[in-house]
Nanobody, 126 residues
Framework: VQLVESGGGSMQEGESLTLSCTAS??????????IAWFRQGPGKEREGVAV????????SYADSVKCRFTISEDTNNNTVYLQMNSLKLEDTAMYYC??????????????????WGQGTQVTVSS
């Protein structure tokens, strides 16, 4: 599975942005049950942002983005989205999508994911 992120850009605080992650094939197959978004800010470790499990049955979010970000999917187009509202300065990061077989309790662990995209940059300024 090849993953390609798009939609990054430079935004102002409080604005909204939607990222897309498009897979080269079906987003769910024999070795993926979940698609997640991770991010890595300047000088920070990569962290899990949100995850969606097969057919949107389960979604989870990092506390820092709850009620602001929404993960969704369009299985017909093999695409997962990350709608980001009320952007904050601390949301500045390179955003990556990842696919793999993850346990819902540990969805934020990078080693759960076998496939990664190249990332798309989101920069939030005041």
């Amino acid at each position: 599975v090849q993953l390609v992120e798009s939609g990054g850009g430079s935004m102002q605080e409080g604005e909204s942005l939607t990222l897309s992650c498009t897979a080269s094939g079906p987003t769910y197959n024999y070795d993926t049950n979940s698609i997640a978004w991770f991010r890595q800010g300047p000088g920070k470790e990569r962290e899990g942002v949100a995850v969606i499990y097969i057919c949107g049955a389960i979604t989870s979010y990092a506390d820092s983005v709850k009620c602001r970000f929404t993960i969704s999917e369009d299985t017909n187009n093999n695409t997962v989205y990350l709608q980001m509202n009320s952007l904050k300065l601390e949301d500045t990061a390179m955003y990556y999508c990842a696919a793999g077989v993850s346990a819902s309790n540990f969805w934020y662990r990078e080693n759960m994911y076998k496939y990664w995209g190249q990332g798309t940059q989101v920069t939030v300024s005041s």
